[in-house]
């Protein structure tokens, strides 16, 4: 649930869901306090007329039966009753200057203090769906009304009896916030999934080069966002391979005028001077033949296989084995990865010819880990220091200042085989053994996504 509202389809959903449900809530919240207050105009009008109504009839009534005809003639909201009270001195309300101005000349109407009883009782109406109340704030009042014969009435106008809704109230809460959630997560996903293309494209592009350009659908933004990036892809990839053209080039060149200075360098008489300067040629020629491979580990177009991992193991094992290096084998994975074969027996040898340079003998050990394939390759050397664990992988960078050939290669090793797992989606880090020797561990995933 965190990573959810942690990403950004989550964040629009709540995002939409919230300003919904507010928008909403203000909506139905203002439509029922209208709808309350046109209510409570439509009670005092029909409470007016009634009472318009009531008096005049009440009047043409002799006055010794006004009294059994009131009692017959009283509704609920609207009683009128003939006076026995003494009035009281009170401005004129809004309702009882209105009944004034409907009753004519001839009436006196004035309005008293003293409210009824019932008045004093909060009417309360339910609204946006029951969650909150509001208060009924329709005419209730006393009013003294003398008809043209001289006659002392009172009119109470009473407050109405509230009902609830009729309806469960719940159930269409609930169908509305479910409506409202499956709109705002749709909604949610329809934005965000744009920027999820974008984003699975770009690690895509870190693992693979010559991935396929992405489609041009969809709203103008995307569309021009697409096409920005696949002219990015277009020039990183013409940029690579100018560069790998240009590094092969280079030592196509070079072939040749060192081979014929090792051929002349036979003719040299001092043995000495003669070892020293093959030496020197051969570090070169290593290092020309290094070069063009780390920037072959940069170009992704060996098409990707599904390996038998425990098997590509044991063949490159074996293989060093044949060649004199101390390497022994333990466990097995049992999975399969999709990976670029002849990158990634480069990338073991490289790993395993590491370790046999510098700590005399390889020990490689597979299981799975989390999910994730797991390499370990441990020497029997001294180690390295903390601070070179990462430095050792840039390139031509060695912990040894000497460049002889029993200390070691041209400091690209590692540089390669790091370009090679991280372009099939693992990793590799580098640790000193609590019981000795460095330890080298290569995490390939058993699914490599979109190959």
């Given at each position: 649930?965190?990573?959810?509202f942690?990403?950004?389809?989550?964040?629009v959903?709540?995002?939409?869901?919230?300003?919904?449900?507010?928008?909403?809530?203000?909506?139905?919240?203002?439509?029922?306090?209208?709808r309350?207050r046109?209510?409570?105009?439509?009670?005092?009008?029909?409470?007016?007329?009634?009472?318009?109504?009531?008096?005049m009839?009440?009047?043409?009534?002799?006055?010794?039966?006004?009294?059994?005809?009131?009692?017959?003639?009283?509704?609920?909201?609207?009683?009128?009753?003939v006076?026995d009270?003494?009035?009281?001195?009170?401005?004129l309300?809004p309702?009882?200057?209105?009944?004034?101005?409907?009753?004519?000349?001839?009436?006196?109407?004035?309005?008293?203090?003293?409210?009824?009883?019932?008045?004093?009782?909060v009417?309360?109406?339910?609204?946006?769906?029951?969650?909150?109340s509001?208060?009924?704030?329709?005419?209730?009042?006393?009013?003294?009304?003398r008809?043209?014969?001289?006659?002392?009435l009172?009119?109470?106008?009473l407050?109405?009896r509230?009902?609830g809704e009729?309806?469960?109230?719940?159930?269409?809460?609930?169908m509305?916030?479910?409506?409202?959630?499956?709109?705002?997560?749709f909604?949610a996903?329809?934005?965000?999934?744009?920027?999820?293309?974008?984003?699975?494209?770009?690690?895509?592009?870190?693992?693979?080069?010559n991935?396929?350009?992405?489609?041009?659908?969809?709203?103008?933004?995307?569309?021009?966002?697409?096409?920005?990036?696949?002219?990015?892809?277009?020039?990183?990839?013409?940029y690579?391979?100018?560069?790998?053209?240009?590094?092969?080039?280079?030592?196509?060149?070079?072939?040749?005028p060192?081979?014929r200075?090792?051929?002349?360098?036979?003719?040299?008489?001092?043995?000495?001077?003669?070892?020293?300067?093959?030496?020197?040629?051969s570090?070169?020629?290593e290092?020309?033949?290094?070069?063009?491979v780390?920037?072959?580990?940069?170009?992704?177009?060996?098409?990707?296989?599904?390996?038998?991992?425990?098997?590509?193991?044991?063949a490159?094992?074996?293989?060093?084995?044949?060649?004199?290096?101390?390497?022994?084998?333990?466990?097995?994975?049992s999975?399969?990865?999709?990976g670029?074969?002849?990158?990634?027996?480069?990338?073991?040898?490289n790993?395993?010819?590491?370790?046999?340079?510098?700590?005399?003998?390889?020990?490689?050990?597979?299981?799975?880990?989390?999910?994730?394939?797991?390499?370990?390759?441990?020497?029997?050397?001294?180690?390295?220091?903390?601070?070179e664990?990462?430095?050792?992988?840039?390139?031509?960078?060695?912990?040894?200042?000497?460049?002889?050939?029993?200390?070691?290669?041209?400091?690209?090793?590692?540089?390669?085989a790091r370009?090679?797992t991280?372009?099939?989606?693992?990793?590799?880090?580098?640790?000193?053994?609590?019981?000795?020797?460095?330890?080298?561990?290569l995490?390939?995933?058993?699914?490599?996504?979109?190959?």
């Amino acid at each position: 649930m965190k990573a959810f509202f942690g990403s950004m389809t989550g964040r629009v959903f709540l995002t939409l869901l919230l300003g919904i449900l507010t928008s909403a809530a203000l909506t139905q919240l203002a439509a029922d306090y209208q709808r309350l207050r046109d209510f409570e105009n439509q009670r005092d009008a029909h409470v007016l007329e009634r009472a318009e109504q009531l008096i005049m009839a009440t009047e043409i009534v002799p006055a010794s039966a006004r009294s059994i005809y009131l009692d017959v003639a009283n509704r609920p909201g609207l009683q009128l009753q003939v006076g026995d009270m003494p009035p009281e001195a009170a401005p004129l309300t809004p309702f009882a200057a209105s009944l004034a101005k409907r009753l004519g000349k001839g009436y006196l109407v004035a309005s008293r203090a003293t409210r009824p009883t019932a008045c004093g009782v909060v009417q309360t109406q339910p609204v946006m769906y029951g969650l909150l109340s509001m208060k009924w704030e329709g005419a209730c009042e006393s009013i003294d009304v003398r008809l043209r014969d001289g006659a002392e009435l009172q009119l109470s106008v009473l407050p109405p009896r509230l009902v609830g809704e009729d309806v469960d109230t719940s159930i269409i809460l609930g169908m509305f916030l479910v409506s409202i959630a499956v709109l705002a997560y749709f909604v949610a996903r329809m934005t965000a999934r744009p920027f999820k293309q974008l984003a699975q494209a770009a690690q895509d592009l870190g693992q693979d080069i010559n991935r396929a350009p992405l489609d041009l659908v969809g709203a103008i933004e995307i569309r021009q966002a697409s096409a920005a990036f696949n002219a990015m892809q277009a020039r990183i990839r013409q940029y690579i391979f100018q560069r790998t053209q240009m590094l092969a080039a280079i030592t196509h060149d070079l072939q040749t005028p060192l081979t014929r200075m090792r051929l002349r360098l036979e003719k040299v008489s001092d043995a000495d001077l003669q070892d020293r300067l093959i030496g020197d040629l051969s570090a070169m020629q290593e290092m020309v033949r290094e070069g063009l491979v780390l920037a072959r580990s940069m170009d992704t177009t060996e098409t990707m296989q599904m390996l038998d991992l425990d098997s590509l193991l044991e063949a490159v094992c074996a293989d060093a084995t044949d060649a004199g290096q101390t390497v022994t084998l333990a466990g097995k994975a049992s999975i399969a990865v999709l990976g670029r074969p002849i990158d990634m027996r480069r990338c073991l040898v490289n790993l395993i010819d590491n370790a046999v340079k510098y700590g005399r003998d390889a020990r490689v050990c597979v299981d799975r880990a989390n999910g994730t394939a797991r390499i370990r390759i441990r020497d029997s050397g001294p180690g390295i220091p903390r601070s070179e664990l990462v430095r050792v992988f840039d390139p031509f960078y060695r912990v040894e200042t000497s460049r002889s050939r029993e200390s070691g290669g041209t400091g690209l090793g590692l540089t390669i085989a790091r370009n090679i797992t991280e372009q099939h989606g693992g990793s590799i880090s580098l640790a000193n053994h609590p019981e000795g020797g460095l330890e080298v561990t290569l995490m390939l995933p058993t699914y490599y996504p979109n190959k």
